[in-house]
Structure formats: C-alpha cells, structure tokens
C-alpha cells in the first residue's frame, strides 16, 4: 500500500515484537473487552432503572448511547493528554474514573444521576484506557502487530460473553444498585493494566556503561540545542492523503456497521421467535466474533498480504456489507441464524483490521494524534447511525430497509476507500538506505587515535632526518608539502595531520590516509 510509514517508537527505539509486549497485549485484551462490551452488559438492568425511576426503554437507551459518545468523542483530549503525560498515568487515572462512576451510580436518586455517573464518568474513564492502550500496542508491536491487533480486539466477544451473564446474576443477587457497586470494583482492574504499560526506553551499549562515556555523554547533553517541543496533538495526519480517506471510509463504515447487532434481536421476534431463541442469536454472533478476529489478525500478518492490508480491511467491509443486504430477506429463524454465522465472520475482520490499517497508513509517531481525530469523527456517526435506521423502521415498520441502509453504507465505504487509494495513493519507491553518521563522540575519538598514531609514526623518522644534510632536508621538506598535503585534505584533521607529517622528516615521513566516513 502507498503511504505506508515506518514503524517505530519514541525516539527510534524499535518495538521489542515480544518480550513485555505480551503483557501490554494481555492489557489491551482486557480493556478493548470492558471498553466495547460495558455499554451493552449495563443494559441488562435497563428493566430495574425503568421500574425504579418510572421512565421509558427509550431514556434507559442514553445510557449507553453516552458511553459510546464519551469513548468516541474524547478522542482528541485522550491524544492531548498521552503526548503530554503518557499512556500509563491517564491509564490509571482513568480506571479511576470508570469505577468511580459506577460506584457513584450505586447511590442515584434519578436517571440523570445515572447520565452523568454511568455515563460521562465512566465512559471518560473507558476512553482514557482504551486510546492509550492501543498506542502502547502499536510500540511494542511492528513484525507481529497485525496478529496483536487481531488477538487484543477478541477482548470485545469475550468480554460480553462474561459480562453480559455476569450483569444477569448481579440483578438477579443484589438488584441494580448492589450490581453497579460489584462492576464499578471490576473496573478497578483497568488501573492494574494501566500498571502494564511501561514506557519503550532505548538499551544502553557497552561503550556506554564506563565512566568516560558517562562523561562524555553529559557534557554532550549540556552542549547540545534543546529538543523541539511535541505536539499535543499533530494536525500534519490530515496532510497525509491515506490518513483522509481512511477517515472518510471510516465515518461511512460506522453509520451502518453496528446496525444489525442493535436490531437483529427485534428482528427474529419480528418473525416469531421465542425471546430466549432471538437472544441467542447475539451469542451466536459472538462465538463467531471470538475466532475470526486472531485468525483475520493472522492472515494480515503474512508477507504477500501485509502490504495490501487495506484491501483485505475493504474486502473485510464489502463482505460485512453483502452479509446485511442477504440478511435482508430472512424470513425465518433458520436464516437469521445463517445471516450471524456470516455477519460474525465479517464483523470479527472488520474488528481486528481497523486500527491495523491505520497505525500502517500514520506509524508510531504520529498514531496517538491519528486514533484520536478519527474516533472523533465515527462519534458523530456512532450517534448517527442506529437513530436514523430507528426512525427508518418507525417509518416503514419492516426490517428488510433497515439492512439494506445498513448494507449499502457499509459497501460504499469499501468502494470509497479501495477505489480512492488505488487513485491517489502511489507506492513509495524503495529508497537507498541512508549513510548513519558519526556521533560527534565517536568522531573525536577516532581523531584522537589518528592524532597518537601520526606521533607515534612520525618520531623516528624526524629523527633520522635530523643526520642528514639541510639541503636535502629542504628538498625532502618541499616535496613533502607537495605531496603529502593533498592527500591529507579531505580529512577532519587535514591541517594537524600536514604539521606532523613536515616536522617528521619530508618524503621519508608516512603518508596516512583519511578514513573516509571522518
């Protein structure tokens, strides 16, 4: 794919692909999980909340709608906040937050109570988790990252295949206030993955561990012009063509990509289906979801297929699509179970490439600043997406519009963004790997050492010089300048190298030639 950056970390350091890069995957699964599956498990005590404070299914729904707009729209203030502190303090800080929202919950007196503790706390407390554990993911991770991509977005499936049941009993044992309690001291776990992230730092070189080069390395900080200032959030992403059409097709993709999960539910019992069997239907889709992602994470990690990852991300949409406009036409239970086995599939692709094909298209550097103006953007259409098809369906009063609104939106978005990198995205050519200069260390040292050998050299033959006739020593001494002198030029040392060499004796002295990386 053009446009492709080049991966690395802070300050050059290569991601380890290993090592404590497990354990920041292991971090990433647990917080995609909660980040993703909370706003859905929540709604399991939607029915309590509606008896105790005597409102409608519809205000209930805002609740999660909230949390959403939080974990989406606080993109930019996430990115501000890690280019400024880091990834493992706004982590901590923000399991804080989410627990603390839920526990606050636990005590409401009213649904706006619930609007502000549940929803902007705790969806804060998610967002500033959930950004700042990808970035970490996306520095650990360059060779296998397509596979940790792929493994870390299955955190979503499982997570609501345990949270969901979890929330069921937790109503059932304690009703809803002693349920939000228990979850808000679940969340505290996102402050022990925030403790996982720790910060890349460059291995230090043997040369580097002995007192000299401690010196040195000192007096080369205390010389050297301060660094430039970061930015907290780098505006330059929209100059990149691929980084404005990723966001395009993304903003497209996300009005109808969370569509069917929303309705398919009402869907089967549309068409006479048991509650128990129509619920089944999301379980099915979640099964599904949990081995698609690491496998699609798997087969964008082979080398014919990672560099063209952004058409398997639009054939992962086309097919995401084309599942919605054939799940259109089911007319019975059998065939909307059919319709999840293959929208799973799709789904669990579309998961684990999203954030793969962007860190590919911005890199390391500049992917902090990327994710959070792109999940600023899918905000507007997260909350978009699901009310327009709810308005469509109160219009038409059949399912079939609904998904066939779905499935073109999520088509067009795979066209738009194919179509438009094979247009105006041109492959970079491969470049010369460039010349690694010197530190002015080493160079130093190494004029040092020329310095020493030329002495070393040039004594004894100053004094066998010394026996000889003053004419031939002017003689030798003239040819010497003559000759010696160009050769020595292009060195650094050119002008200390020519002293040595005349007062060593003429033509007899060395002729020393110049290394030419000094």
Not at 117 to 139: D, E, K
Not at 219 to 248: C, E, N, Q
Not at 477 to 499: I, R
């Amino acid at each position: 794919m053009g446009g492709v950056a080049p991966d690395s970390g802070p300050g050059g350091v290569k991601a380890p692909d290993g090592g404590w890069g497990w354990a920041v995957l292991f971090g990433c699964f647990v917080i995609t999980g909660f980040s993703y599956a909370f706003p859905k498990a929540v709604s399991v005590f939607f029915k309590e909340l509606i008896k105790e404070f005597h409102v409608g299914y519809s205000d209930t729904a805002w609740i999660s709608s909230i949390v959403l707009a939080m974990l989406y729209g606080t993109g930019p203030i996430c990115s501000i906040l890690v280019n400024r502190f880091g990834c493992r303090p706004v982590m901590m800080v923000g399991g804080i937050f989410a627990s603390l929202g839920m526990i606050m919950a636990s005590f409401a007196t009213s649904i706006f109570h619930i609007y502000l503790t549940t929803g902007v706390i705790t969806g804060l407390g998610l967002a500033l988790n959930f950004q700042p554990s990808l970035i970490m993911l996306n520095r650990y991770f360059s060779e296998k990252r397509p596979l940790a991509n792929g493994l870390a977005a299955a955190g979503s499936p499982v997570a609501l295949c345990c949270l969901s049941p979890l929330g069921q009993q937790l109503s059932y044992a304690y009703g809803w206030r002693g349920g939000f309690l228990i979850l808000g001291g679940l969340l505290l776990n996102c402050c022990v993955c925030g403790a996982l992230m720790r910060p890349l730092t460059a291995p230090k070189r043997p040369d580097q561990e002995t007192p000299e080069a401690a010196e040195d390395q000192k007096d080369a900080t205390l010389t050297a012009p301060p660094p430039p200032k970061a930015k907290l959030l780098d505006f330059s992403v929209f100059r990149d063509r691929g980084f404005v059409i990723y966001t395009l097709a993304a903003a497209i993709m996300v009005l109808g990509l969370f569509v069917p999960p929303v309705f398919v539910v009402s869907y089967a019992k549309h068409l006479g289906a048991e509650d128990t069997r129509a619920a089944l239907l999301l379980s099915i889709l979640g099964f599904i979801d949990i081995f698609a992602r690491p496998t699609c994470g798997v087969i964008a990690g082979l080398r014919w297929v990672r560099p063209r990852c952004v058409y398997l991300f639009s054939f992962a949409m086309v097919f995401n699509g084309t599942a919605d406009l054939l799940g259109s036409f089911a007319r019975s239970y059998d065939e909307l179970v059919v319709f999840c086995v293959f929208f799973g599939v799709s789904y669990g692709m579309v998961g684990a490439l999203q954030f793969e094909v962007l860190m590919t298209i911005v890199g390391t550097e500049r992917f902090s600043s990327a994710i959070g103006l792109v999940l600023l953007v899918e905000a507007i259409a997260v909350l978009v997406g699901p009310p327009s098809a709810g308005r469509l369906l109160d219009f038409t009063h059949n399912y079939q519009y609904v998904f066939l609104l779905a499935g073109s939106e999520v088509v067009l978005s795979a066209l738009v963004l194919a179509t438009c990198n094979f247009l105006f995205i041109k492959k970079k050519e491969p470049e010369l790997p460039a010349v690694k200069e010197r530190p002015p260390e080493e160079i130093r040292e190494l004029s040092c050492a020329l310095k020493e050998e030329q002495e070393a050299q040039a004594g004894p033959s100053g004094t066998s010089s010394a026996t000889t006739s003053s004419a031939t020593a002017s003689q030798g001494t003239s040819g010497s300048s003559g000759s010696a002198s160009p050769a020595l030029s292009p060195a650094p040392v050119a002008e200390a190298t020519t002293t040595k060499v005349e007062e060593g004796g003429g033509a007899s002295g060395p002729q020393v030639e110049p290394e030419s990386s000094l």
